[in-house]
């Protein structure tokens, strides 16, 4: 028979923990490194509910994307209207700036920056999550190539900063209200000769771009001969792209030109990208976005043309770990003490309690722990000095300082000890 263990929980299907002996350090890490880039170019840092209106999200994203049709993780309320878990982050971001007015203080184009967690009921696998983490920027209300190529270079720079190198940027052009409808009626007339399925099809009515981002073999092998966007942009967006290029040539940003980049969302007009890196098999994108310059409308607010990205932390992590980079992490705890004895105990605390009000990071062995054990918690702290003391120290006014690299250990008097140790820089 087996025996049910019935205490024990694990983290749900799709979802991770995020530990400081695995990963969680290198998170913050990436986190912040994909963010510093937006931080200096003027970007403010937003932060909305995880949870929102569903219909902010069927409305904004699409009714005819996997992310509204598939993969929403919806919460009912009784008397009240649904909510979904947030798929992704564009569609709240735009809410919070009509909601809050941001487009009426005068200064165009809103410029904001967020980074948490998302979901998306997906079929879990390596690089796909249920629930993910992401860096996003969003430039709300101004048409202008420069600002396109802006966030494109920020994602650059903030991938080549923290040492990726293996990953290639793809660009494309999806047309605005001009042309993109003269391409929709050809590709609708391409698609009605091919034999689709029943869903396919039906996707194919509400928004036949959607059928060229299938990703079965057997469904892009019937599209090959389809109809390419590119040869029916008009000339506004030719121009437009044009500049965009330019200007991301001239910053030194490869780009590789894909004609089916029309990614997961529907709101996308004009420029689109994806940043993909070759490490990472089937869930090669580390980041994506483009313009949407229709959303605010689609959502009651006023025309604001606008364009963002969210860069995937999960992915970028796996990808450092694909290219073996290693993230250089301050250590966490610079100086440890270790009290030999209740009076050591009691002098010590207060001298971990001064130091760390005094800006140097200190932890302390807690508990009755045997010194030897203490100094192996020490040295896995990682501090770069440990702090000894016993009662014949005491008695003498002073603490052992122990250089934890060099081994090299020297009594420092009591009241000089947080100056001995702010002056070594720590
Ligand atoms: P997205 O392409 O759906 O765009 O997601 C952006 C990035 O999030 C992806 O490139 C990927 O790195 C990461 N990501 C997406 N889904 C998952 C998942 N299930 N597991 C792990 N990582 C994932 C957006 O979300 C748009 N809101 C981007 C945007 C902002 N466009 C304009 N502004």
């Not at 042309?179 to 029943?198: I, K, M, S, W």
Request: one cysteine or more.
């Amino acid at each position: 028979m087996t025996e049910e263990k019935l205490s024990t929980f694990t983290a749900p299907k799709g979802t991770y923990d995020l530990l400081p002996t695995v990963n969680s350090a290198a998170y913050l890490a990436i986190r912040e490194r994909l963010s510093a880039p937006l931080r200096r170019a003027g970007y403010g840092y937003v932060e909305t509910p995880v949870f929102e209106d569903v219909k902010l999200f069927s409305r904004g994203v699409g009714e005819s994307t996997d992310i509204v049709t598939k993969e929403m993780f919806t919460l009912t309320k009784r008397s009240e209207e649904d909510l979904a878990l947030r798929p992704e982050g564009t569609a709240s971001v735009v809410r919070a700036a009509l909601e809050a007015n941001l487009h009426k203080l005068g200064n165009l184009p809103v410029k904001l920056w967020y980074s948490g967690n998302f979901y998306r009921y997906e079929k879990p696998q390596k690089g796909r999550y249920r629930q993910f983490s992401q860096v996003g920027a969003e430039a709300i209300g101004a048409e202008d190539p420069a600002l396109d190529a802006e966030l494109i270079i920020l994602a650059d720079d903030a991938f080549r900063a923290l040492g990726l190198r293996d990953y290639r940027l793809l660009l494309n052009s999806l047309g605005d209200q001009q042309c993109r409808p003269v391409y929709r009626t050809a590709l609708v007339g391409f698609l009605a000769g091919l034999d689709l399925d029943e869903e396919t099809r039906r996707r194919a009515e509400i928004n036949p771009l959607r059928v060229l981002d299938d990703k079965r073999e057997a469904v892009q092998a019937q599209l090959v001969d389809a109809p390419k966007l590119r040869d029916y942009l008009c000339e506004d967006c030719k121009a437009y792209d044009e500049k965009v290029r330019e200007l991301l040539t001239a910053a030194g940003v490869a780009f590789v030109d894909d004609p089916k980049l029309v990614r997961g969302l529907d709101y996308y007009t004009r420029t689109t990208f994806e940043f993909v890196h070759g490490g990472l098999g089937a869930q090669s994108a580390i980041g994506g976005g483009g313009r949407y310059d229709g959303l605010s409308e689609m959502l009651g607010g006023p025309a604001l043309p606008s364009v963002g990205w969210g860069l995937g932390v999960d992915r970028t992590f796996l990808a450092l770990e694909a290219e073996g980079v290693v993230l250089d992490l301050p250590a966490t705890t610079e100086v440890y003490a270790v009290a030999l004895g209740e009076e050591a105990k009691n002098v010590l605390f207060a001298k971990v309690v001064e130091l760390r009000r005094a800006g140097v990071a200190t932890d302390l062995a807690f508990g009755v722990k045997s010194i030897k054990n203490a100094m192996k918690s020490a040295n896995r702290s990682g501090a770069r000095y440990a702090l000894i003391a016993g009662d014949r120290d005491l008695a003498e006014g002073v603490v052992q300082l122990k250089d934890m690299e060099s081994g090299e250990q020297t009594p420092v008097a009591l009241e000089a000890l947080v100056t001995t140790l702010k002056e070594k820089q720590l």
